[in-house]
T-cell receptor
Framework: AQSVTQLDSQVPVFEEAPVELRCNYS??????LFWYVQYPNQGLQLLLK??????LVKSINGFEAEFNKSQTSFHLRKPSVHISDTAEYFC???????????FGAGTRLFVKA | DAGVTQSPTHLIKTRGQHVTLRCSPI?????VSWYQQVLGQGPQFIFQ???????GRGNFPDRFSARQFPNYSSELNVNALLLGDSALYLC???????????????FGPGTRLLVL
């Protein structure tokens, strides 16, 4: 069965510091991988996704994630965070050709001034 | 362009009642998926509909049902409500629903359901 594990429920970090949010997945088949962000009282927004090709994918606001097949990981990183990055981040996976997306439990990123 | 819209935004029901949640996809999108997000957890897949047909179903009891209309809007129905049904219900739309993976899903703001 497919599953997604986010290893940290909360990550506090100071503004302008680097951050890494960890995500591991398990699947016996090829997967697509996603990171979503959820701001308070809002729905989820897609941050970035890995479908195929280059294992390093980037978002327009400075986040990046690297697909590591051997370690079954898809960690999210940002070299310098802003207060506005405070939100809940969800890692998700979907089997190629599948109809459902499996989400992790989420990591709450809290950026302090 | 309008994004995915959901109604109502908030709802309070009592145990045993029935509830209907509504979702309008982005114009041109033919697929709608429903997710349940319990406080402190990630969203859990309930259903996906494409062209009025159910394409996928998650591990939810038969009390949960849904349908999609010719204009691609969708309703999620939950019968015999339990306290554990309290959650944020999210709707997501995508263009063709040809596999949840490749296509980007666009999420609505959700309906927050409280069952007392």
């Amino acid at each position: 069965a497919q599953s997604v594990t986010q290893l940290d429920s909360q990550v506090p970090v100071f503004e302008e510091a680097p951050v890494e949010l960890r995500c591991n997945y398990s699947s016996s088949v090829s997967v697509y991988l996603f990171w979503y962000v959820q701001y308070p009282n809002q729905g989820l927004q897609l941050l970035l996704k890995y479908l195929s090709g280059s294992t390093l994918v980037k978002s327009i606001n400075g986040f990046e994630a690297e697909f590591n097949k051997s370690q079954t990981s898809f960690h999210l990183r940002k070299p310098s965070v802003h207060i506005s990055d405070t939100a809940e981040y969800f890692c998700a996976a979907s089997n190629t050709g599948g109809f459902k997306t499996i989400f992790g439990a989420g990591t709450r990123l809290f950026v302090k001034a | 362009d309008a994004g995915v819209t959901q109604s109502p935004t908030h709802l309070i029901k009592t145990r045993g009642q029935h509830v209907t949640l509504r979702c309008s996809p982005i114009s041109g999108h033919k697929s709608v998926s429903w997710y349940q997000q319990v406080l402190g957890q990630g969203p859990q897949f309930i259903f996906q509909y494409y062209e009025k047909e159910e394409r996928g179903r998650g591990n939810f009891p038969d009390r949960f049902s849904a349908r999609q209309f010719p204009n691609y809007s969708s309703e999620l129905n939950v019968n015999a409500l339990l306290l554990g049904d309290s959650a944020l219900y999210l709707c997501a739309s995508s263009q063709s629903g040809g596999g949840a993976g490749r296509e980007t899903q666009y999420f609505g703001p959700g309906t927050r359901l409280l069952v007392l």
